[in-house]
């Protein structure tokens, strides 16, 4: 037996009303409260910057000397 629906069990049509709907109210709130939360954080995030292709190639170079000039593959053009 669910003991959780034991208490609900003799309640009236009345009773089970003002029940769900003060679970509505709850959860109407808590969304309420979810929805604000949210709305800011996604103002934080909304633009990311978006890197291009050459400023990744700029920014490993400056990181990676040894790595300069990698992004053209000589190996390719010979085997032709």
Request: with cysteine; proline share 4%; charged share 35%.
């Amino acid at each position: 037996m669910d003991f959780g629906n034991a208490c609900l069990f003799s309640k009236k049509p009345e009773d089970m009303r003002r029940i769900g709907a003060l679970g509505g109210r709850a959860r109407a709130r808590n969304l309420r409260f979810r929805k604000a939360r949210q709305v800011s954080i996604t103002r934080e995030y909304s633009r990311p910057h978006e890197e291009t292709a050459a400023e990744a190639i700029r920014r490993i170079d400056a990181q990676c000397p040894w790595l300069v000039g990698a992004e053209r593959c000589e190996a390719r053009r010979q085997s032709r």
